[in-house]
């Protein structure tokens, strides 16, 4: 099993740097760890909003289980663990506050800029956004892991595309990452959540473990961490000696079986109703108001820095830091709210949304 793009490519960076002692994917690893976004994550939601809940798994939690599920498997194949990390740690830097029910209401509104798709947003995110405006200038091989990351489909066989792509012209999910290792992430990605979210949902009171398919828990395990090691164990044993990464048929099977129960009893649960009109209403509200806000006081204005919102504040000096990255984009309010926006945790879209809804008392 071996990647069939050059070192050269997989490792190249948009800004070229002399390689130091960590190597080039370790490198990655470290950049990203380091990063505002990733710190971030611990605030953001993986599929249930629960602040206060330390037994509730969020974004950062889940991009740590990715990144020990793709380590382990790449190092029982013979494939860089290190390359696998940093794509797990770096797969979910493009989500929006409070999960996919926060990614849906931005895509809605960020249709003038192409909507809003997370893994593309995560490109944008280290190669643009972070760091002030500098990105993170990851190697290639990490990019196109990113951005090709998507968790969603099931395949039971995924093996690497051929066609090298131009990452930053990408406009869908229909790709494929260019590595096994960032093959292998993506099956990581379903692996890690689906236990998980099954367990998270248990102890929010959605249904007991006797309400799940018997043949699922004595084939797969009855917690994640079963799941996970069950997962983990198929993926070596069916992928070992062949041209791609993926899961036995029995297993694979049976992944379906639970996704779907997860998706019936969990993602369309009535309890999460109350919770997309709740994301609804925050994210829809703040993204139109910085909208307003952007036309009657234009970017290069003190008055936003002057106000007595922090949240104003916090955008002006948001607009200043990325001034020269939207006057070379020639990017319009919509495509900077989105980046604002999108960039928000889950605590901070809260303050901000009560800020301009809430008023001061008087004296």
Not at 11 to 32: C, K, L, N, Q, W
Not at 224 to 234: F, Q, R, S
Not at 342 to 354: F, Q, V
């Given at each position: ?14 800004h070229p740097?002399?390689?130091?002692m960590r190597?080039?994917?370790f ?33 950062i ?6 990144s ?35 990614e ?13 798709i ?6 944008r ?10 990105g ?20 039971r ?33 379903r ?11 248990i ?23 079963e ?20 899961f ?20 369309r ?20 108001y910085?909208?307003e ?26 607009l ?8 070379r ?30 008023p001061?008392?008087?004296?």
């Amino acid at each position: 099993m071996k990647n069939t793009q050059s070192e050269k490519l997989l490792t190249s960076r948009i800004h070229p740097r002399e390689a130091d002692m960590r190597g080039d994917y370790f490198r990655d690893v470290t950049a990203i760890i380091h990063s505002t976004p990733f710190r971030r994550l611990k605030h953001k939601t993986q599929a249930f909003y629960a602040p206060k809940n330390d037994h509730i798994c969020t974004r950062i939690e889940h991009v740590l289980h990715v990144s020990t599920i793709s380590a382990s498997i790449c190092r029982n194949l013979g494939l860089d663990a290190d390359l696998a990390q940093a794509i797990a740690l770096g797969h979910d830097l493009g989500h929006a506050p409070f999960g996919h029910e926060g990614e849906r209401v931005l895509h809605s509104r960020a249709l003038p800029v192409g909507g809003f798709i997370h893994e593309l947003h995560g490109l944008r995110v280290v190669d643009v956004l972070a760091n002030g405006g500098k990105g993170l200038n990851l190697t290639y091989a990490v990019r196109d892991g990113i951005v090709s990351h998507c968790g969603e489909s099931f395949d039971r066989h995924i093996k690497p595309e051929s066609r090298v792509k131009d990452l930053e012209n990408i406009r869908d999910r229909g790709h494929y990452p260019l590595t096994y290792e960032g093959c292998v992430v993506r099956l990581s990605d379903r692996i890690a959540y689906l236990g998980r979210d099954l367990e998270d949902a248990i102890t929010a009171g959605f249904f007991t473990l006797d309400d799940v398919n018997p043949t699922i828990r004595r084939a797969l395990g009855s917690s994640n961490g079963e799941i996970i090691g069950t997962l983990v164990a198929d993926v070596c044993d069916e992928s070992r000696g062949k041209d791609y990464v993926g899961f036995s048929s029995e297993k694979h099977d049976l992944i379906v079986e639970l996704y779907s129960f997860n998706a019936q009893r969990i993602y369309r649960n009535p309890k999460m109703e109350r919770y997309r009109v709740f994301c609804k209403r925050i994210i829809e509200g703040l993204f139109d108001y910085l909208l307003e806000l952007y036309d009657r006081q234009p970017a290069d204005s003190q008055r936003f820095i002057e106000s007595g919102l922090p949240l104003d504040r916090h955008f002006g000096n948001f607009l200043k830091e990325m001034q020269s990255i939207y006057q070379r984009e020639n990017a319009t309010p919509t495509r900077m709210v989105t980046d604002f926006v999108a960039g928000m945790t889950d605590d901070y879209a809260i303050d901000a949304i009560k800020q301009i809804t809430i008023p001061e008392p008087v004296g």
